[in-house]
């Protein structure tokens, strides 16, 4: 069974561009999170999605940031513009429950640099 | 003060050596404490978690809770240098992560 995919592995962009980041949740995996480490700092949760909408998205930084599931399979997170302290690890997990008991799968993260 | 506070090492220990990482938290509104590892250019992988205080044991990994001192330990019995990585503590929900203690265990 394939495992939660990111997608690009590394993202180089300049301030003020846009990126938008991939995750693919593993089949049948009703909830999404994504997550993001900034280095040196804790791992930190962005939001969750129970298939397309938005269930608590009370850890998006600001409105640079838009996440998207359309259809509730993969899922999109856009930085526009995106600003110097948004570099960082993203990471994106999938489970099949919501309970704290469902396990979360990572996916191996995204790695952007802003420049 | 941070939710859930963790040493970040690195801590280094010889194989077969039973090695002790632990975690402070502050939010009382936690009931379950997760323990993930985290391989180089991986993602988090979950361990094991506890609900609440006490123990619990899977294989050679024992996590343990004390509710009344905030305090998460994870105890690795006979470790291997295939343990090598980052172990990250985390309190539910959404998860709170710890910044992460990195082992290396030297064969």
């Known amino acids: 069974e394939a495992g939660v995919t990111q997608f690009p592995s590394h993202s180089v962009i300049e301030k003020g561009q846009t990126v938008t980041l991939r995750c693919d949740p593993i089949?049948?995996?009703?909830?999404l999170y994504w997550y993001r480490r900034v280095m040196g700092k804790e791992i930190k949760f962005l939001l969750h999605f129970v298939k397309e909408s938005k269930q608590d998205e009370s850890g998006m930084p600001n409105n640079r940031f838009l996440a998207e599931r359309t259809g509730g399979t993969y899922s999109t997170l856009k930085v526009q513009p995106a600003e110097l302290e948004d570099s960082g690890v993203y990471f994106c997990?999938?489970?099949?429950?919501?309970?704290?008991?469902?396990?979360?799968?990572f996916g191996p993260g995204t790695r952007l640099t802003v420049l | 003060q941070k939710e859930v506070e963790q040493d970040p090492g690195p801590l280094s220990v010889p194989e077969g050596a039973i090695v002790s990482l632990n975690c402070t938290y502050s939010?009382?509104?936690?009931?379950?404490f997760m323990w993930y590892r985290q391989y180089s250019r991986k993602g988090p992988e979950l361990l094991m978690y506890t609900y609440s205080s006490g123990n619990k044991e899977d294989g050679r990994f024992t996590a343990q809770v004390d509710k009344s001192s905030k305090y998460i330990s994870l105890f690795i019995r006979d470790s291997q240098p295939s343990d090598s990585a980052t172990y990250l503590c985390?309190?539910?929900?959404?998860?709170?992560f710890g910044k992460g203690t990195r082992l290396s265990v030297i064969a």
């Open positions: 997990a999938s489970s099949q429950g919501a309970r704290a008991t469902d396990t979360q799968y």
């Open positions: 985390a309190g539910n929900t959404p998860l709170v």
């Open positions: 089949s049948g995996h009703d909830n």
């Open positions: 939010n009382s509104a936690f009931q379950y």
